[in-house]
């Protein structure tokens, strides 16, 4: 008996100890098919490659009501595996929120609670908790306020660190430091309390000291200067360069102010270069009147930093055309117009947006243009720089709309031309004059006094897992989209030798083409007959050495201002006078041959607020930023945001299969049921046969 006990004791003790050694060294085996809870390649050659101390602070408070209280745990193994990657330079702490010292450390690095809804008792309650981190290189700091949810965590974490290591060599490495000027006439200060400004005199101290305490992280790089600007005639020029904002005010004879203008802005410098941080917004509300708003103090340091390190261009530059009616980056105050707004933010966590009009040279340091939606038609010159641009190296991203839209009842369409077609088709390149229409499409609710059901919006196809291109690694983990006013693409087949063509996606078995559509009603669509329907290529990402569209042609004139028209009719005069030679024309230079790539897809709607989301987490935003990540030479990224993609719908199957399956549960399984039952029955009367036998 007592060696039962000894035993007991023995297995007791040696299952103790495996599972202590365990919590710190353990197995695991990842058999998801995205390896969604292993490190991605990316995260390992991020964290692996640290030279330098790096520290994750984490103020998560103690027992977080569900669903948080996961993200903790999850939080912890995913930095413990990033920990077994760092050659010992990568720190992880979870501060105690018994510390007396928690709230405090986590106000120091801007870590606020949050609140959350608590289920107790069946009422519905609100709890105030901690659930942010704060990441330490040198003295950099970076935080990111609140983790409510494990999706893309990793992702999150990743990228992060990348911009806070690249930020820190960065500043290191600079000759030079930034001067972030204040401009501000003291004038101002009389009129500042009309203006519902009362806080303006004591805001360049309030500056000074968010430039101070900025200049703890950012080793002394930051300068800053004072200047009570004098405003006249003759440098308002000047100070819109700048980006300086001048008010002008008449005479206030009851206050005994004189009539007068001041400016106010915030100039960041570096290396010839300058960013302008407006500090004052002026908005007319109807009824109201005009309001005047400083940006508040709180919120200044982060835009600086934004500024510092798109000055800086620690992230890499990517290019957006702004002129030609492109869609807007900015949402409208009054939501009338379409925007790019949720796109832009997606894209200004990764890569410095700098827009473009075509009026200037295009940027030599720009790896990617994008071309969203425009509708007005593009010079000879411009199309020009475009086409240059590519052969320079930087890659094109077209979202073109082959029709625009004319906003009414009937939402009438008129045929956009842009004058990109003679490019793309030089290019071998085609976007079709007609929408693609998808049976396979997103269906619109009708309301119950309208009849209620169920109605097809044909333009906005579901793109379902097997019509994506999954051979290609970005494009592995997505398994649905949704497509809004598509246009076919088409693509030269010659091109196919001489460049790598990756067809993205296409519509399903069941689309078709819709040629002289002239509204985009839901209601006057219909579909044709069942023969005309086939899948249609909608997107496509074309690689190799392109030749140019203007290789024996001569270089485009530049279209003149009225400014440079009238300077060249003096100088035609001054010719005449003189009688010198006239006509002389400067041969620009430019190149025939070039590598790059573009990326080509017949709608600019896909980029849209209503279709990108602004957490970047729905399978339309990681597609678009996969795309430019990837035109961008960063397929490595791409891949990680890739894999925490949980979108995976059941596969389509036909209509036969699904009745099959409905005869299988509703009949068949009954009868299985009803069999066994009746087996098991013959089993136990043989069993009851052979027992009576033996006592009988």
């Known amino acids: 008996m007592v060696e039962k006990y000894i035993k007991f004791f023995l297995y007791l003790t040696i299952i103790i100890l495996i599972n202590m050694v365990c919590q710190n060294h353990f197995i695991k085996i990842d058999t998801t098919k995205t390896k969604m809870y292993s490190l991605s390649e990316k995260s390992v050659n991020v964290v692996s490659g640290l030279t330098e101390p790096f520290t994750i602070k984490c103020f998560f408070s103690k027992d977080l009501p569900p669903p948080y209280n996961v993200i903790k745990q999850y939080l912890k193994d995913l930095l413990e595996e990033y920990s077994e990657y760092s050659n010992n330079n990568f720190n992880y702490e979870f501060v105690d929120p018994k510390n007396k010292d928690f709230h405090r450390l986590a106000s120091e690095y801007g870590i606020t609670p949050v609140q959350v809804q608590v289920i107790k008792k069946d009422e519905l309650k609100y709890q105030s908790v901690y659930m942010g981190i704060v990441l330490i290189h040198g003295d950099a700091i970076y935080k990111i306020p609140v983790i409510n949810t494990t999706n893309r965590l990793e992702y999150l974490l990743t990228s ?81 360069k700048l980006g300086i904002q001048v008010l002008k005010w008449p005479e206030f004879k009851k206050a005994h102010l004189k009539s007068g203008q001041g400016g ?79 796109f832009r933010k997606l894209l200004s966590e990764c890569y410095d947006i700098k827009e473009i009009d075509l009026k200037k040279q295009i940027p030599l340091n720009i790896k990617t243009l994008i071309i969203a939606g425009p509708k007005t038609k593009f010079s000879d010159y411009e199309l020009f720089q475009i086409d240059q641009a590519l052969m320079h190296g930087t890659n094109l991203a077209i979202f073109l709309d082959k029709f625009k839209e004319i906003p009414g009842r009937q939402s009438m369409l008129l045929k956009n031309e842009t004058g990109l077609e003679k490019l793309l088709n030089h290019y071998g390149i085609k976007i079709k004059n007609s929408i693609v229409m998808d049976k396979n499409c997103f269906k619109q609710r009708i309301p119950q006094e309208q009849g209620g059901g169920q109605r097809p919006i044909y333009f906005a196809p579901i793109i379902k897992s097997k019509n994506i291109n999954h051979k290609l690694k970005y494009l592995e983990n997505i398994n649905g989209l949704v497509m809004l006013k598509n246009s076919p693409i088409e693509i030269d087949k010659k091109i196919s030798k001489k460049y790598k063509v990756d067809m993205l996606f296409c519509s399903s078995k069941n689309s078709w083409e819709a040629k002289n559509i002239q509204t985009m009603n839901p209601l006057f669509i219909y579909p044709p007959k069942q023969e005309k329907m086939h899948k ?81 987490d729905t399978p339309n935003s990681i597609f678009i930023m996969n795309v430019i990540d990837v035109l961008n030479d960063k397929i490595d990224r791409a891949i990680l945001r890739a894999k925490t993609e949980e979108f995976n719908p059941l596969e389509d199957v036909s209509d036969s299969i699904k009745t099959n399956i409905k005869v299988f549960n509703i009949l068949i399984v009954p009868i299985i049921v009803l069999l066994f039952g009746f087996f098991i029955k013959i089993l136990r009367n043989r069993k009851r046969k052979k027992i009576k036998e033996m006592f009988i």
């Open 536 to 616: 249609i290529p909608l997107a496509y990402i074309i690689s190799g050495e392109f030749e140019s569209y203007f290789k024996d042609k001569p270089i485009p004139p530049k279209e003149k201002n009225n400014k440079e028209k009238e300077n060249k009719t003096k100088d035609t005069k001054t010719n005449r006078k003189n009688k010198g030679i006239t006509n002389v024309v400067t041969k620009g230079t430019k190149i025939d041959k070039g590598y790059g790539k573009i990326f080509i897809i017949g709608s600019s709607d896909i980029l849209t607020d209503s279709v990108i989301d602004t957490q970047g």
């Open 264 to 342: 106010i802005g915030l100039v960041l410098e570096y290396n010839k270069e300058h960013i302008s941080v407006p500090l004052l917004r002026v908005i007319n509300l109807p009824l109201i009147g005009t309001q005047y708003l400083l940006t508040p103090i709180q919120d200044l340091k982060d835009i600086i930093e934004t500024s510092i390190q798109s000055l800086l261009h620690i992230n890499q530059s990517i290019g957006y055309i702004t002129s030609h009616d492109t869609l807007p980056l900015y949402s409208s105050p009054f939501g009338e117009v379409s925007s790019a707004n949720n």
């Open 160 to 240: 992060s660190m990348e911009k806070l290591i690249n930020k820190v060599s960065y500043l290191l490495s600079l000759k030079e430091n930034i001067n972030i000027d204040l401009y501000l006439s003291k004038d101002l200060y009389k009129i500042a309390p009309y203006l519902g400004l009362k806080e303006l005199p004591n805001y360049p101290t309030q500056v000074k000291n968010v430039i101070k305490d900025l200049n703890k992280k950012y080793y002394n790089k930051l300068n800053y200067n004072f200047i009570d600007l004098n405003v006249s005639n003759s440098n308002t020029e000047k100070l819109n």
